[in-house]
T-cell receptor
C-alpha cells in the first residue's frame, strides 16, 4: 500500500510558466512533508518542506501548499527554468526526529521545454 | 563542508553472495539512514543509526544489517543476496539535534546489480 502517491510520472512545462507537482498521502499521522529534487547520477537534494501546522511555505521560486483535510500537497515552481528539469520526490514523516524514516512517492519527472 | 560520500558507486554480485556498502556522513551530522531505490520507485527506508545503534527500521528482513562508527560513518551489509536486491542504495545523514531533523542530505548512491 502506497502511503505517498505521485500520480503523474512525468510533466512537461514551458520555460517561464508555472510548474505544479502534486502529491497525495493516506496516513493521517504524517506531520512533516518534504520535496526533494534528483538529477541523474546524483542523490536527492532537499528543496523545501512544510510542517502540518502550516498550509503554505515559500522559498524563492518554490512554494509548497498543504491541504490537510484533502491529504494533498503541491509544489509550485514559478517561473520554471531549464535547470528545474529533474525528478521530484514528495516525502512524508510522522516521527519528528526521523526515526521511522521518510516515506517517499515514486516521483514526477519534470521536463522544462525551452 | 564535505557532503555525503558513498562507495563503491557500482558493483555486481551473484545471488547468495554478501555485500558491504560504505558511507561517510556530512560533517556535523550524527545520524545516518539508508534507503533502497528500485527502478521506477521512490527511495524506501531501510534503517537509521544514531549513537552507533539502530534507531529505527523499515520493512526489510534481518539479512539487511548496518553499523555506525564513532566518526558517524556507516556500513550497510546485505547477506544472501536475492535478485530483487538489485537497486540504488542511498545513504543519508542528518543532525538529530537540529530543527527539521527530517531534512536528510543524500549521497549519490551505490548501484548494486545481483545476477
Amino acid at each position: 500500500d502506497q502511503q505517498v502517491k505521485q500520480n503523474s510520472p512525468s510533466l512537461s512545462v514551458q520555460e517561464g510558466r508555472i510548474s505544479i507537482l502534486n502529491c497525495d498521502y493516506t496516513n493521517s499521522m504524517f506531520d512533516y512533508f518534504l520535496w526533494y529534487k534528483k538529477y541523474p547520477a546524483e542523490g536527492p537534494t532537499f528543496l523545501i518542506s512544510i510542517s502540518s501546522i502550516k498550509d503554505k511555505n515559500e522559498d524563492g521560486r518554490f512554494t509548497v501548499f498543504l491541504n490537510k483535510s484533502a491529504k494533498h500537497l503541491s509544489l509550485h515552481i514559478v517561473p520554471s527554468q531549464p535547470g528545474d528539469s529533474a525528478v521530484y520526490f514528495c516525502a512524508a514523516s510522522h516521527s519528528g526526529g526521523g526515526a521511522d524514516g521518510l516515506t517517499f512517492g515514486k516521483g514526477t519527472h519534470l521536463i522544462i521545454q525551452p | 563542508e564535505t557532503g555525503v560520500t558513498q562507495s563503491p558507486t557500482h558493483l555486481i554480485k551473484t545471488r547468495g553472495q554478501q555485500v558491504t556498502l560504505r558511507c561517510s556522513s556530512q560533517s556535523g551530522h550524527n545520524t545516518v539512514s539508508w534507503y533502497q531505490q528500485a527502478l521506477g520507485q521512490g527511495p524506501q527506508f531501510i534503517f537509521q543509526y544514531y549513537r552507533e545503534e539502530e534507531n529505527g527500521r523499515g520493512n526489510f528482513p534481518p539479512r539487511f544489517s548496518g553499523l555506525q562508527f564513532p566518526n558517524y560513518s556507516s556500513e550497510l551489509n546485505v547477506n544472501a543476496l536475492e535478485l530483487d536486491d538489485s537497486a540504488l542504495y542511498l545513504c543519508a545523514s542528518s543532525s538529530k539535534a537540529a530543527r527539521g531533523a527530517n531534512v536528510l542530505t543524500f549521497g549519490a548512491g551505490s548501484r548494486l546489480t545481483v545476477l
